[in-house]
């Protein structure tokens, strides 16, 4: 009896093997990808970075780059960093200017063009004006510009281009950093 089980286990393997192909064809030969593989920059997603996360000063007169180290939990680190950006600030000296209701839908990264796209609440929950629409964007493109492979920064509203955020800034175009709101 246990010689039948053998026996049928082992012609079960055998057929397993002709059927997934298993022959004597040269194993040297390799075929040609079917689609195109990309490298991945982002670290694995167990990962602790630490980056620079831009805030303005008390009176709006600057920003001011803040370090954090972020656990990336699953998700790419311009995720992370905007989530970063989203999560405020404990220093006195700095503000956080992301409404409280704005939440990050997505970034995707193209070439050296960032597109972060937020809910509808970044721009119905915006206040302070001309000053503060150019901390904010000035915040969003300056932490992710701090990747050296990113340039520009497009802002998007629930996956659609805006003109403005609040009137001030034209928004329509990605944009490069800000480094007049550093001085």
Do not use: W
Not at 63 to 72: F, G, M, P, Y
Not at 149 to 161: A, D, F, L, N, P
Request: glycine content about 6%.
């Amino acid at each position: 009896m246990k010689i039948t089980k053998i026996l049928i286990s082992m012609l079960l393997l055998v057929a397993v093997f002709m059927i997934s192909g298993c022959n004597n064809t040269d194993v040297t030969k390799q075929d040609k990808p079917s689609a195109v593989v990309t490298t991945n920059t982002d670290k694995p997603a167990d990962d602790t970075l630490e980056i620079k996360v831009y805030f303005p000063n008390n009176d709006a007169s600057k920003l001011v780059a803040e370090k954090k180290k972020i656990k990336l939990k699953g998700a790419t680190k311009y995720r992370a960093a905007m989530d970063a950006l989203l999560a405020g600030t404990d220093d006195r000296k700095l503000t956080t200017v992301i409404p409280k209701d704005a939440k990050v839908l997505g970034v995707t990264v193209t070439g050296d063009t960032a597109k972060v796209d937020f809910n509808k609440a970044m721009v119905d929950k915006l206040s302070g004006g001309s000053t503060g629409e150019e901390m904010l964007v000035g915040s969003i493109v300056n932490t992710l510009t701090e990747f050296p492979e990113i340039k520009k920064v497009q802002i998007v509203i629930e996956g659609r281009k805006v003109e403005t955020l609040k009137g001030h800034m034209d928004t329509s175009q990605p944009i490069t950093r800000m480094e007049e709101l550093l001085k």
